[in-house]
């Protein structure tokens, strides 16, 4: 994991596709100390509840066979919604005020998605990518990955 300094102040968003957490590092450099600001979560319906139907089918023109076309990944197309919407806020509080340093904390797909969806705002504000998936750690956890 690669080593940012987390300054007082400065807000922590530990995320994945499906969760966010927005921690505000009330400690220091030395001694993280993170509050929970906000947490974002989008409801995660099984595959059954998303594709209505069996998947299609192509009829080819030169002979009798028929191929199945892939079904879209629904989950994938929500974690993008929900990426957006996150950057979408991280922008909000960024405006009002609220941030002025931030740390990204997710895996390498999240932090792909979310890259794209980076306000000339938040990129300003920003001060370090984590590539790590922690949402599923209590917050005292995530405090010990960061230090170290």
């Known amino acids: 994991m690669s080593k940012v300094k987390i300054r007082n102040g400065d807000w922590v968003v530990v995320a994945d596709g499906r969760k966010a957490l927005l921690l ?46 892939e079904q879209t990944d629904r989950h994938f197309e929500a974690e993008k919604v929900f990426v957006a919407e996150l950057s979408e806020r991280l922008t909000g509080l960024i405006a009002s005020g609220g941030v002025k340093g931030l740390i990204i904390v997710a895996p390498a797909t999240v932090l792909g998605l979310i890259r794209k969806e980076y306000s000339p705002s938040v990129s300003a504000a920003l001060r370090g990518e984590i590539d790590h998936d922690l949402t599923h750690l209590p917050i005292y956890e995530i405090e010990k990955h960061l230090l170290h």
């Open 24 to 69: 505000e590092n009330e400690g220091d450099e030395t001694l993280l100390n993170l509050k929970t600001r906000e947490v974002r979560e989008h409801a995660d319906p099984p595959n059954r509840e998303l594709n209505d139907d069996r998947p299609g089918r192509v009829h080819q023109s030169a002979n009798v066979s028929r191929s199945s076309v």
